[in-house]
């Protein structure tokens, strides 16, 4: 899928439509996989690896809060360890499956 950004919103119909597309296998390519939220890293791996990083809600639970949380100015010691906990699982997670063009 070429222009992978554009099924970065799982609630688009865009994003519904190929994930029913059939295929052995997917492949997406984007110059910005993600800009505003994680989320929109969720939609593209949930067509690429459907259930790699769990249901949207497990992903909210288990990445996208924590990690928020523990961005913010006034987070604790103990949000900002949990941050950091759920960004290096996630990167993890994600790196086998990504590659990153570099200049």
Do not use: C
């Amino acid at each position: 899928l070429d222009e992978g950004h554009r099924i970065r919103n799982p609630n688009a119909e865009v994003s519904r439509a190929a994930k029913r597309l059939k295929a052995r296998q997917r492949l997406v390519l984007s110059g910005q996989p993600i800009q505003n939220s994680l989320l929109e890293l969720w939609s593209i791996f949930d067509f690429i690896f459907p259930g790699k990083l769990g249901t949207q809600p497990v992903f909210e639970e288990e990445f996208v809060l924590p990690i928020q949380m523990g961005g913010y100015r006034n987070a604790s010691t103990l949000a900002v360890a949990t941050s950091h906990r759920a960004t290096k699982a996630l990167r993890n997670l994600i790196a086998p499956y990504v590659l990153r063009r570099t200049k």
